[in-house]
């Protein structure tokens, strides 16, 4: 059928919420359907596109950020829009979305944080990674964060995978690298007055089972002016955890073994700042002072033991420890939030799905027309590239579906610019995007940075309007 959904008479037209890595591999997979003609709208409800790429990747890390070179080639492409500064659920209900488009795709990623749930978690100078990562990357939710970082001198960071080890290294980084990357202004003024001399790097299983990747923590090691410090008690592989490493093939484990090793003899080194590596150790209690304010953290430590599966687990064992600390960052893990109109399954902190396709709720029928895809259906594993075929897999879904898509819908293009304009919402289009991104470059340029980061929405709308 020459005007079946899909065709050139009678193009699909499909919604996209949220602008990180995954949004934009949905619209990639959906450009190369061959045969398929089809328009995307991106949302979201920052001014700026690329959610973590922009807001989470740290900015000595510049070569990661460079994927967005690929999201470039995506927008160029005919069909492509973006709608940024528009919040589903305050600018634009989900059902002004369906009356519009044939399929919605939520995008929206995990923007909070798990919580420990034990006592002192609330205390002064306790925080989530996920703020000080927003912070010093001049995420708007974030910038008002303040951090002692003046006055603390020792820190614990709960959890050893690649978030912790960036919290640590930016913590610990000299000033002069930070300050030509596009870290946040005020946040380099305030680690250029930082004091902080020891991270206890808290990791609840063994040394075998380090969440790091290898490149993560020789990284901080090879910075010159810190030492990576593992006692022998914490370097040590147990008889479970040496069985279980003659079976595995990732040669991720066998290299953090070989270098934690090679840590435990090298000894407590020479430099004055220390990285130290805990294993085996959970956190039961943050500790604080009369006024509130965190003092040390009481750790519990653990032996391992082999689950059903093969698997090491840590339990407690009768022994505790406090460690004076000043600061505490949670490195423990992203969760999603809840956005009003959409599906939540607050047990695992994600969209309920099928395989892509939303769920009325877990375990419940599908919502026709609606699709998740990235950490918003799947929780929050993978690196930016695990984005890829997990929104290959959900279009996959889209695509089976469309045969049996049945919806009456305004799929004319103007239909949602109307809609903006008469709720009177200042909405960003790509070329305004462009447009703070060559002013954020320029105005890094004129003192040796990357790029100066605008961390306030009413400044890039400012510098978006004066540029339109």
């Not at 299983?205 to 022998?232: C, T, Y």
């Not at 304010?293 to 653990?302: D, K, N, P, W």
């Amino acid at each position: 059928m020459t005007n079946s959904l899909g065709s050139e008479s009678n193009p699909l037209r499909v919604a996209v919420v949220g602008s990180g890595p995954s949004a934009f591999y949905a619209v990639e997979a959906l450009f190369k359907e061959e045969g398929l003609h089809v328009g995307v709208d991106v949302f979201d409800r920052l001014p700026t596109p690329y959610g973590l790429v922009r807001g989470g990747v740290a900015p000595d890390h510049q070569k990661i950020k460079s994927v967005v070179k690929v999201y470039e080639k995506i927008s160029a492409k005919e069909g492509f829009r973006f709608f940024g500064n528009v919040k589903l659920g305050r600018d634009v209900q989900v059902e002004d979305l369906l009356a519009r488009y044939h399929q919605l795709i939520f995008a929206v990623g995990n923007e909070s944080d798990r919580r420990m749930g034990i006592p002192g978690e609330d205390l002064k100078g306790v925080f989530s990674a996920t703020e000080f990562v927003g912070w010093y990357n001049a995420h708007p939710d974030y910038r008002d964060r303040e951090f002692d970082l003046a006055g603390a001198r020792e820190v614990a960071v709960v959890g050893n995978g690649n978030v912790a080890m960036d919290v640590t290294r930016i913590m610990v980084e000299d000033g002069e690298v930070l300050a030509k990357t596009d870290i946040a202004d005020y946040a380099l003024r305030a680690l250029e007055t930082c004091k902080v001399n020891t991270v206890h790097l808290l990791g609840r299983r063994g040394p075998a089972q380090a969440a790091f990747s290898p490149k993560e923590i020789q990284e901080i090691n090879k910075l010159g002016h810190v030492d990576v410090v593992v006692s022998e008690r914490d370097g040590s592989l147990d008889e479970v955890s040496r069985d279980w490493v003659d079976q595995q093939s990732k040669g991720s484990i066998q290299r953090n073994v070989q270098f934690l090793t090679d840590q435990v003899a090298a000894g407590e080194g020479s430099q004055a700042k220390k990285v130290r590596c805990r294993f085996l150790v959970s956190p039961v209690e943050f500790l604080g002072d009369e006024e509130g304010h965190l003092r040390a953290v009481r750790i519990q430590r653990s032996e391992l033991y082999l689950d059903d599966s093969g698997t090491p687990r840590p339990k407690g064992i009768d022994e505790f420890e406090e460690i004076p600390v000043q600061l505490a960052f949670k490195a423990v893990g992203y969760r999603g939030v809840p956005v009003m109109g959409v599906p939540f399954d607050e047990r695992r902190g994600v969209i309920p799905n099928q395989d892509g396709r939303v769920l009325e709720s877990a375990g419940e029928p599908v919502l026709a027309r609606q699709y998740v895809v990235g950490w918003a259906k799947r929780g929050p594993t993978g690196l930016i590239g695990t984005n890829s075929p997990d929104s290959k897999a959900t279009v996959a879904m889209m695509i089976e579906d469309l045969p049996d898509l049945e919806a009456t819908v305004d799929a004319r293009p103007e239909a949602i610019v109307e809609l903006l304009r008469e709720k009177e919402i200042d909405f960003v289009s790509y070329q305004d995007w462009q447009n703070l991104d060559r002013h954020e470059k320029a105005e890094g340029e004129k003192s040796g940075k990357v790029r100066q980061k605008l961390s306030d929405i009413a400044e890039m709308m400012e510098v978006i309007r004066a540029a339109r």
